[in-house]
Structure formats: C-alpha cells, structure tokens
C-alpha cells in the first residue's frame, strides 16, 4: 500500500499519470482510467484484518508520514495525551512518545479505539483518492476516474472511493453477484463497475480453472450468463469487464507462471463456441432485462 501523506506520493502521481495519459487525453473511445488494482486496503472479521493500515502505521516511527497523520489527528480529537490514554487504557507520557516508537495495540481494541482507528482508515483512503482524483484531472480533465478496482476493501475505504471516484470499482471473483452482499453498493450514490471476473474448465486441455472453476464448457457458459444476469439485476451496477480476451499460455505466462482457461479464445485464436453463444444471447436482452421489458 501506497503511504497517501508522503509528498513523494504526490510526485510520482502526477509523474506516472502525465506519462500515462498522453495518448488518450482526446480519445472519444476511451471512458476512463483504473489507476492501482487490488491494492491491500483491508477487511475481514478481525480487527487487525480490517484495521491493518492502522496497525501498520502505528509500528512505524516518527519519519512516517502516515504514522504523522494519525498522530496529529488523535492531538486534534483528544488535545492532551491523558485523555487518550483514557480512552485507549494507554500510559503515554507524552505525544512523542506514541509518534517515536512503534506501538503495537494489545488484546481486545476498546470502543473509542475501534473509532480512531475507523476515522482514521476513512481520512487515509480519503488523502489516496483525493491526489489521484486532483492529478488525474490536472493532466485529463476529459475522462472518467474509474477507482482502483476493490478485490479487498473496508467500508471507511470504499466510502471514500464514493466521494472522489466518478465510478467505484471492484473485481469480483465469484460465481455470481450476490444481491444481499452487494446491496451497500447502492447507497454509494456513484455507478458502480466490475474490473475481473472469469471463470474456467479443464476439459479442453488446460491444466488450470483460474479463480473460479466450472466442470466443462458447457458450464462455463452458463455460469456466465447468470453472472451477467446477476450485475444487469443490481441497479448500481453499469458493466462488468471479463479477465481476459485469451487464454494464458498452457506453460505460464512468462513472469508468475499463470496458465489459466480463462479466454473467450484459446491461444491459438479459436473460440469457445458455448461461450460465445452465451455472450451474444445474454447481452442481446441486457437492456430490456434491466429495463423490466
């Protein structure tokens, strides 16, 4: 994960999206940018899962930036360090002396803590967002930010992707989207767009499903119709983008060795026929599914 407070940020930001964006300042094709993907924001039932940019920050010393930034918004909360040693059942004689050394947070976190921590997640991800949102449209104010494509995510960071991204995204390695899960997405007040998903089968001569496995094509192409039926149904949701157009090489792709069936052609260029029938039929009526025709 990115420190968002380190001006060297902010720098190579703009350095890497100036660079990035000179062909497709004026392209009328293009929609928007993704910029980061399936960055480590957090999650899970834990607290040190959901809070790990904060245990992060707080095992870092005072030349962290991030370790700064909590600091000073624990002395604009609480003003003296006794009260925080109140409310975190801490013995700090001093501000310094949570900002100079690392502090690891023991047992149970108590409730004043859990919300210092929850505010400070929303204000990190919120400094992210905000200098790439301010850099994007520095350099290309004629296309969409389309966020960083969620694969882990806490609500305070999705909440703050909302706020300064023109579209949410997230890859969504599942069978389908599940509409009881997905259902937060339409209080976020922004269109909302699947990066990833793909699903594979073995029966064709490959040696690896991808992330999601089907027994054959057949079923393959009909996880995919009910996956697009399952994002056409959720009215947050404007588009979904398949991972990936090919095959990967049945020896692995040269830097990490994935091989997955995860094409709508092999690497030979020939389709999966089930696949593609699927693909015309099911886009053929998104519209008028959408629409309730």
Same mark, same amino acid.
């Given at each position: 994960? *990115? #420190?968002?407070? +380190?001006?060297?940020?902010?720098?190579?930001?703009?350095?890497?999206?100036r660079?990035?964006?000179e062909r497709?300042?004026? #392209?009328?094709?293009?929609?928007?940018? @993704?910029?980061?993907?399936?960055?480590?924001?957090?999650?899970?039932?834990?607290?040190?899962?959901?809070?790990?940019?904060v245990?992060?920050?707080?095992?870092?010393?005072?030349?962290?930036?991030?370790?700064?930034?909590?600091?000073?918004?624990?002395?604009?909360?609480?003003?003296?360090?006794?009260?925080?040693?109140?409310?975190?059942?801490?013995?700090?004689?001093?501000?310094?002396?949570?900002?100079?050394?690392?502090f690891k947070?023991?047992?149970?976190?108590?409730v004043?803590?859990r919300?210092?921590?929850? +505010?400070?997640?929303?204000?990190f991800?919120?400094?992210?967002?905000?200098?790439?949102?301010?850099?994007?449209?520095?350099? #290309?104010?004629?296309?969409?930010?389309?966020?960083?494509? $969620?694969?882990?995510?806490?609500?305070?960071?999705v909440?703050?992707?909302?706020? @300064?991204?023109?579209?949410?995204?997230?890859?969504?390695?599942?069978?389908?989207?599940?509409?009881?899960?997905?259902?937060?997405?339409?209080?976020?007040?922004r269109?909302?767009?699947?990066g990833?998903f793909? $699903?594979?089968?073995? #029966?064709?001569?490959?040696?690896?499903?991808?992330?999601?496995?089907?027994?054959?094509?057949?079923?393959?192409?009909?996880?995919?119709?009910?996956?697009? *039926?399952?994002?056409? +149904?959720?009215?947050? $949701?404007?588009?979904?983008?398949? $991972?990936?157009?090919? +095959?990967?090489?049945?020896?692995?792709?040269?830097?990490?060795?994935?091989?997955?069936?995860?094409?709508?052609?092999?690497?030979?260029?020939?389709?999966?026929?089930?696949?593609?029938?699927?693909?015309?039929?099911?886009h053929?009526?998104?519209?008028?599914?959408?629409?309730?025709?």
């Open positions: 994960m *990115h #420190d968002p407070y +380190d001006p060297k940020f902010a720098v190579a930001v703009e350095e890497s999206i660079k990035a964006v497709r300042r004026d #392209d009328p094709w293009c929609l928007g940018y @993704f910029i980061d993907n399936e960055i480590s924001w957090g999650g899970g039932e834990s607290d040190r899962g959901h809070f790990g940019l245990y992060g920050a707080l095992a870092e010393g005072k030349d962290s930036p991030a370790k700064r930034a909590f600091v000073e918004q624990l002395k604009l909360h609480y003003g003296k360090v006794k009260h925080l040693n109140n409310a975190w059942r801490t013995k700090f004689a001093l501000w310094d002396a949570l900002l100079d050394k690392p947070p023991e047992g149970e976190l108590t004043p803590m919300q210092d921590f929850s +505010d400070y997640l929303k204000r991800a919120q400094q992210y967002f905000e200098v790439i949102r301010n850099a994007l449209h520095k350099f #290309d104010p004629n296309h969409l930010y389309l966020g960083c494509r $969620f694969a882990w995510r806490t609500p305070e960071a909440a703050a992707a909302a706020e @300064f991204c023109d579209v949410v995204s997230f890859n969504i390695y599942r069978s389908h989207v599940d509409a009881k899960e997905w259902e937060f997405t339409n209080a976020l007040n269109p909302v767009i699947i990833e793909h $699903f594979g089968a073995l #029966d064709r001569g490959m040696f690896h499903t991808g992330l999601v496995s089907t027994p054959n094509q057949r079923a393959r192409a009909e996880m995919y119709r009910d996956y697009i *039926h399952s994002v056409v +149904d959720n009215p947050a $949701f404007v588009g979904c983008a398949w $991972f990936e157009y090919a +095959d990967e090489p049945l020896t692995g792709r040269a830097y990490d060795g994935e091989n997955y069936n995860i094409g709508f052609v092999d690497v030979t260029d020939t389709p999966y026929p089930e696949m593609l029938e699927a693909a015309k039929a099911v053929a009526e998104a519209y008028r599914r959408r629409a309730g025709m």
